[in-house]
Nanobody
Framework: EVQLVESGGALVQAGGSLRLSCAAS????????IGWFRQVPGKEREGVAC????????DYADSVKGRFTISRIRAKRTVYLQMTNLKPEDMGVYFC?????????????????????WGLGTLVTVSS
């Protein structure tokens, strides 16, 4: 069964840190660009960060550069999003997503419906 399962969402104070995990199964991990979108009520999902698991190249939205780090452990088929210096505007549901055809900035900027695989999301709440 093809699955992306997120975990790690929590309530955190502004300025704090959190690490999200995305466990992948049922598809060729190295063949997909995998990453994170986030969504707040009333807004479209926006790409946050993505990684090519095979070579480890990464891309980030400007709003999170320098604060978020995406990584992966290939043996565990898991992608992580380390978030530091969290701000209230980082609050939202974080979705893990994967696509075979999109890469880098194209992956980040794509309309979310264009991406092939999705998890169910994990909620990040940032209190000010």
């Amino acid at each position: 069964e093809v699955q992306l399962v997120e975990s790690g969402g929590a309530l955190v104070q502004a300025g704090g840190s959190l690490r999200l995990s995305c466990a992948a199964s049922g598809f060729a991990f190295d063949d997909y660009t995998i990453g994170w979108f986030r969504q707040v009520p009333g807004k479209e999902r926006e790409g946050v960060a993505c990684i090519n698991p095979s070579v480890g190249t990464t891309d980030y939205a400007d709003s999170v550069k320098g604060r978020f780090t995406i990584s992966r452990i290939r043996a565990k088929r898991t992608v992580y999003l380390q978030m530091t210096n969290l701000k209230p505007e980082d609050m939202g549901v974080y979705f893990c997503a994967a696509d075979r055809s999109l890469h880098g900035v194209s992956w980040l900027m794509a309309p979310y419906k264009q991406l092939e695989l999705w998890g169910l999301g994990t909620l990040v709440t940032v209190s000010s």
